[in-house]
């Protein structure tokens, strides 16, 4: 089992920049493939970027493209997200996910159904 907890979500005014963490408790945090999701109210849960098991490749959604940087720190268990340029678009809950089974193609990594563990969300609000 891992426990994930995400942090540094809150309100920001268009164009601002926010940083997530997700803390991890389990001792094998070097071995999932890490992701971020965010949920809009009424709306479904949709990819935003992941991270393979050792932070070498990375994949985001088209809307984050150049904007949001994803990373880990693997010694810290801990993954995250530097999001910049934010835009009211950007409002939702935003989830961090890791996933145990080993893929080489990171697209797998943006359906939900891959990820095994999930934390409780941190709501990230960004005005105009």
């Known amino acids: 089992q891992v426990q994930l907890v995400e942090s540094g979500g809150g309100l920001v005014q268009a164009g601002g920049s926010l940083r997530l963490s997700c803390a991890a408790s389990?001792?094998?945090?070097?071995?999932?493939?890490m992701g971020w999701f965010r949920q809009a109210p009424g709306k479904e849960r949709e990819f935003v970027a992941a991270i393979s098991r050792n932070g070498g490749r990375t994949v985001y959604t088209d809307s984050a493209k150049g904007r949001f940087t994803i990373s880990r720190d693997n010694a810290k268990n801990t993954v995250y997200v530097q999001m910049n340029s934010l835009l009211p678009e950007d409002t939702a809950v935003y989830y961090c996910?890791?996933?145990?089974?080993?893929?080489?193609?990171?697209?797998?990594?943006?359906?939900?159904?891959?990820?095994?563990?999930w934390g409780q969300g941190i709501q990230v609000t960004v005005s105009s």
């Open positions: 996910a890791a996933g145990r089974t080993y893929s080489s193609d990171l697209d797998a990594y943006q359906r939900t159904e891959f990820y095994d563990y």
């Open positions: 389990g001792r094998t945090f070097s071995s999932y493939g």
